[in-house]
Each structure stands twice: as structure tokens, then as C-alpha cells.
């Protein structure tokens, strides 16, 4: 699992859209060892008059931005598996919305297992069963 809450900036587009979630899902299994079954994301699209850096619009700056919020069971990923996740989703998404604002972030939340899970059971109990 990881539940994955993507926003990005500007009207909807379809292609962007897609484009950015096989992106997304190719690095979380790829850097963080995520299997694609779990891998759950939601996109939202915030226009840019209504997502503000620094006091000012990306409308009136020219710029776009995104925002990704990744929840991963806690102890599942070494620092340097989320550093290079920032890094890497960071110039995927570069490479799809022009003019990116440096000021996009990437979050990776360290759930803890016995809180967090989905099919009803948490990842403590499917650790637990597991026998590992």
C-alpha cells in the first residue's frame, strides 16, 4: 500500500492527469518498493488563481506547482529511499507541468503499522500474520 493524495495546479487535463499518475506509481514501486495493487491515488486539480507561494497567485506568476502526500507504513523505507523519491517525483513532474515552482512539495507520511491499513485489517496485523 501506499495511499497517494496528488494535487496539481491548473485546469483538469486528462493526458497530464494520466500522465502524472503512471508516473507517480512507476517511481513508488521503483524506489520505495511499492506493489502497484495497493497503490491508491487521489488527483485533485486547484486552479491557479486559488494556490498562492509567497503571497502570489501561480496565476500571476506565471507558474505551476504541485503537491503530493504519500502515506507509507513507518520503517518500511530508509531515508535515502525517500530522499531520492523526493528528488525523482520531483523532476517527473518537472518534466509535466511547464514553468514548475520550486516550492512543490512532496510528503512523505511514516504511518505507524498498528494505525494505519486498509481492507479493514492494519499493516501491523498483516506483518503479524505474515510471520515476519
Not at 525523482?88 to 515552482?101: K, N
Request: aromatic fraction near 6%; hydrophobic fraction near 45%; avoid cysteine.
Amino acid at each position: 500500500m501506499p495511499h497517494i493524495t496528488l494535487h496539481l495546479s491548473g485546469a483538469p487535463d486528462a493526458t497530464r492527469t494520466r500522465q502524472a499518475v503512471d508516473a507517480i506509481v512507476r517511481l513508488t514501486q521503483a524506489v520505495l518498493g511499492k506493489t502497484q495493487p495497493v497503490i491508491a491515488i487521489e488527483v485533485q486539480h486547484i486552479a491557479a488563481d486559488q494556490w498562492f507561494i509567497g503571497g502570489e497567485t501561480l496565476a500571476s506568476l506565471g507558474r505551476s506547482a504541485f503537491q503530493l502526500d504519500i502515506s507509507v507504513t513507518d520503517e518500511t523505507n530508509t531515508k535515502a529511499e525517500k530522499a531520492r523519491y523526493l528528488r525523482e517525483v520531483h523532476a517527473a513532474m518537472a518534466a509535466l507541468m511547464p514553468d514548475l515552482h520550486e516550492v512543490s512539495y512532496v510528503h512523505v507520511i511514516d504511518a505507524r503499522a498498528a494505525a494505519y491499513g486498509y481492507g479493514g485489517l492494519t499493516q501491523e496485523h498483516r506483518h503479524q500474520q505474515a510471520g515476519v
